[in-house]
Nanobody, 117 residues
Framework: QVQLVESGGGSVQPGGSLRLSCAAS????????MAWYRQGPATQRELVAI???????TTAESVKGRLTISMDNAKRTVYLQMNSLKPEDTAVYYC???????????WGQGTQVTVSS
């Protein structure tokens, strides 16, 4: 069973930066995409950014220009570089991986990001 392990969360002041990492425990066969989601204190889980194995990526409008997703295939790791953080970015951030043939969906345990002065 593939496990996704997130790291890099923490507390930061507004305007600060963090880099989240998500490492897969083993090679994910038939990987289609990896993504970051987040869930704030009183909100539903939402997609932050997604990157496809072909290289294309999409970022939510609310974080465009501040949060960037990237992937290192050799390290089986996906990153989320977070710059110019705002209090509304406070959330638990979850890593996700999707496969095809068969279709499977994997989730990490989440990492807390708190932006506060």
């Amino acid at each position: 069973q593939v496990q996704l392990v997130e790291s890099g969360g923490g507390s930061v002041q507004p305007g600060g930066s963090l880099r989240l990492s998500c490492a897969a425990s083993e090679t994910i066969n038939n990987l289609f995409s990896m993504a970051w989601y987040r869930q704030g204190p009183a909100t539903q889980r939402e997609l932050v950014a997604i990157i496809f194995t072909g290289g294309a990526r999409t970022t939510a409008e609310s974080v465009k220009g501040r949060l960037t997703i990237s992937m290192d295939n050799a390290k089986r790791t996906v990153y989320l570089q977070m710059n110019s953080l705002k209090p509304e970015d406070t959330a638990v951030y979850y890593c996700n991986a999707d496969t095809v043939s068969p279709g499977r969906n994997y989730w990490g345990q989440g990492t807390q990001v708190t932006v506060s002065s």
